[in-house]
């Protein structure tokens, strides 16, 4: 091709693309920019509908997530409707300050150590030689920021009690719903029949015949050569029970007139612990928690 025709051939496709294409260089575009948005650390008190993350949760009192790697997401949701769970803590710190695990465990306190405290309640009472810790049937996860967050350099970790397995109706916060009567039937801990050790519990909301209340570590004699503890007897051991059981239901008949059955479950193994537990009489069924059940009716069905 003549070097003269491709030269206009070219100046024409210049040509039209300068006409076709606007020239926006320089041009001033409406609006101003704004900064990405990095979300906050979820407020305690709030609900969660979800925990997620690339792998499982780590829960109980030993969970520990990496000071810089990834830990599992919670999703908060409005506190209306069924969710499976509150936020019951927020830790914010600069991973660069947090060296030792010792260092980790006095920034992130045990998530499980603060369960009691957040319901308000204390952990174990002592009745009758019988160290007795009340019976709920929780988990609790620790949670951090997701990946898009964690790279925007969010470090805050949240402790979050959920119900094991269930979701439940919210009718009020989580926090000292021990002393107000509305912890959710789901943080109960029932059994279908009888107290089952080591076995598998059932959701409190289906019919059931037995709910722990409390576990109980027995003293026992000790070798010392100058002090001798005397084990405790059974019926101690039963007064100690249904004290707790009192305690546990607020109410001052734990039997409820004779519609519940207070009894001490013992291990068949001679280990030095027992459960306390209320059990439905005759052939109806429980069909809810009992815990905090003050005056209202006894769940049977």
Sequence with gaps: MDRRIAGVLLLVVALVATLAVPDVVGRSLAGAPSPEQIAAPPA????????????????GADARPSVTGSQPVATVVPCTGRVMGEIISVTVANPRQVVTLQEYDEVHPSCRSQVETY?????????????????????????????HDRAAGRTWTACVMTAVDQTYPVTASLKSSWTTRSLPDAYGLCWFDDVVQLGEPVACTSPHRTQQLGYGLVSSPTDSGTSIVSAVGYDAILAGCRTLAASVMDAADPTRGGSLDVRVVVSRSGAPYVQCAVSATGSKKLTGSVIGLGTKPVPLG
């Design 119 to 147: 319901l308000g309640t204390t952990a174990t009472t002592t009745l009758s030689g019988v160290q007795w810790s009340r019976s709920i049937y929780v988990d609790v996860a620790t949670v951090g920021p997701d990946g």
């Design 44 to 59: 305690v008190g709030s609900c969660v509908g979800a925990i997620t993350g690339s792998g499982p949760a780590r829960t």
